[in-house]
């Protein structure tokens, strides 16, 4: 499906410039034509004193210059090329009308005007506008038969076309000029965009680093160290023969590991690549509290009151992250058999709350930790906010509300 070019006011640099490369083909089309029509009219008027072909050799002298010099000149390639192509375009134009008064000279005025404002800047095509019409007015003047009676037309005509010229020229210049500073901000804005994309992905990063750092070393570290502490103990009662104690830290050590296998089994459930990417919110919760289940043995239930809605991609992952941290400390310290993630939709906003049946806490002697303060940043960003209190009739109940 086609889709129409964006404004001016919208494209970055390089795309300004790529249209100004497309537009050229027609500064190429028209002068061509104007030039081939000049050369058709050499060829039906009446010649002048010194026959047709002159005149069409000097049009045909005026293309040529195009061709070599002008066609880089609009493509803004050199100054030198504007220059060139104008002195050989004004010289052939202007010895056009000298040797043949008569001829319509003004249709390659269509060309010559236009190409000087299409190819310097402001004050040079002034002040090349200005020279060219004083050339025209004396070579049109000067070989009259009364040159004092005709002064005074040609003055007013010079001045006239001037004043429009200019007019004309840099109003389209103005144009041009904004299109390419605004080209200039879209493409620091787009390079902003770029910056900050970065510096959030990595803080992404970096958060989600942190908390992986913390999993291992609330769960898997721990679990290591007290690997390490009961094999240490069997030996020291292997050396004194005691063969039930043995027994006891070995089976210590197994139960550990397993427990240490289930939280690993965990986090890297909870860090397979695309959780969100291919399921909906709902379906992530689904399957997070069904891995919780299976690898820990505590009862998870997920229900879904409301009608689902898109959330965008940070507000979900938000609502997900704060699922597995509550389902963390579920696992690492409630000593609870069952739990419950609800997720529920309001018209002005959506509510999660994880809540367990465990030991719970005092509210006036414990103190927060990382990982809460990290999901009530995460949900101040949002507009959010996180609670935490004791559930009804025993365990803990997080609370995570965000606006929609």
Known sequence: MSTSPAPLGELSADELAAVWRGQAKWWHFGCYAILATAVVVALIDDPGPHGRWPTIALLLGIALAYAVFGRRAIQHEHTVYAVLYQLCAWTCLLTIIALDP????????????????????????????????????????????????????????????????????????????????????????????????AAEHAQGVQDERSRLSREIHDTLAQGFTSVIALSRAANAAM?????????????????????????????????????????????????????????????????????????????????LRAAQEALSNVRRHSGASTASVTLAYDPTRVTLEIADDGTGFDAATTTPGFGLEGLRARAAELGGDVSVAEAEPRGTRLVMELPR
């Open 102 to 197: 008569d001829f319509e000279a003004w249709l390659v005025f269509f060309v010559l005007f236009p190409q000087i404002w299409a190819t310097v800047e402001v004050k040079p095509a002034l002040v090349a506008t200005l020279l060219g019409l004083l050339a025209l007015f004396t070579a049109t003047v000067a070989p009259s038969d009364n040159p004092r009676a005709e002064l005074p037309g040609a003055l007013i005509s010079v001045v006239i076309s001037f004043a429009l010229s200019a007019a004309l020229g840099m109003f389209i210049h103005r144009i041009i000029k904004e299109a390419e500073e605004r080209a200039g901000v879209i493409d620091e804005l787009r390079s902003t965009r770029a910056q900050l994309a």
């Open 239 to 319: 050396d004194r023969d005691d063969v039930d104690a043995v027994r006891e830290r070995l089976a210590m050590i197994e139960r550990t590991a397993v427990d240490n296998l289930a939280e690993a089994r965990v986090i890297v459930a909870e860090l397979t690549p695309g959780h969100l990417q291919s399921r909906t919110l709902v379906e992530a919760l689904t399957r997070l509290t069904d891995t919780v289940t299976r690898e820990t043995g505590i009862r998870v239930t997920s229900t879904v009151e409301g009608e689902p809605a898109p959330l965008g991609g940070n507000a979900e992952v938000v609502l």
